[in-house]
Every structure is written in C-alpha cells, then in structure tokens.
C-alpha cells in the first residue's frame, strides 16, 4: 500500500522556520519525484517545490525561492521541506505528492499519490 505521511507542520511566529517531513513507503522511492504543495483556505491547491530523488534535481515556485529548501534522504525514503523567513501568506495545509516525474511549473493535478497534509500557521 502505497502511503505518504506529512509532519512538522504547527503554528510559528512570521520570520520563523518549520521543517516539514515527507515519509514515503509502498513504492520505489528512487524512482520517483516528490513534490510539495500547499492550499491555503478559499484558495487553490499550489506547488511549492519538488525533487527528483534519482538524480536530485529541484524547483521551487517563485514565492518560496530563497526560503524554502527541499532536500530527500533516500535511505530513509523521507523528503524534507525546510521553510525559513515564513510569512503568514505561507499559512495553508502543505501535502506531499509523489510521481514519476516533478510537473512542469509545480502544477498539482496529475500526481499519483498524495498524503493527507499537514497545518502551517504563520501569525503576524
């Protein structure tokens, strides 16, 4: 059974950090992208960032660059999503999403599996 599982999510100060855990079990790991998106309420699904666990390459959406680091740990089969300088437009529900390749531009419809998300909360 194929299963992801988000944690690390919590309520944190605007300027402060989070780090985000992805533990991916069920399917080859190192064949497949893993990738973080978030959904803010009344607001679309958006992508955030995504990793290529075979060759390691990674993309992040313009509004995340410079703060958000995502990085994978192949032995643990585990993705981390380290976010710094949060702001409290970074509030949403952060899932990860896995599949065989990252999207063209972070695009979240078309990802194979999903896990069931985690809450970030920045306050101002």
């Known amino acids: 059974e194929v299963q992801l599982v988000e944690s690390g999510g919590g309520l944190v100060q605007a300027g402060g950090s989070l780090r985000l855990s992805c533990a991916a079990s069920g399917f080859t790991f190192d064949d497949y992208a893993i990738g973080w998106f978030r959904q803010a309420p009344g607001k679309e699904r958006e992508g955030v960032s995504c990793?290529?666990?075979?060759?390691?390459?990674?993309y992040y959406a313009d509004s995340v660059k410079g703060r958000f680091t995502i990085s994978s740990d192949n032995a643990k089969n585990t993705v981390y999503l380290q976010m710094n300088s949060l702001k409290p437009e970074d509030t949403a529900v952060y899932y990860c999403?896995?599949?065989?390749?990252?999207?063209?531009?972070?695009?979240?419809?078309?990802?194979?599996?999903w896990g069931k998300g985690t809450l970030v909360t920045v306050s101002s």
């Open positions: 990793i290529s666990s075979s060759d390691g390459s990674t």
């Open positions: 999403a896995a599949d065989l390749l990252c999207p063209p531009n972070l695009i979240y419809y078309g990802m194979d599996y």
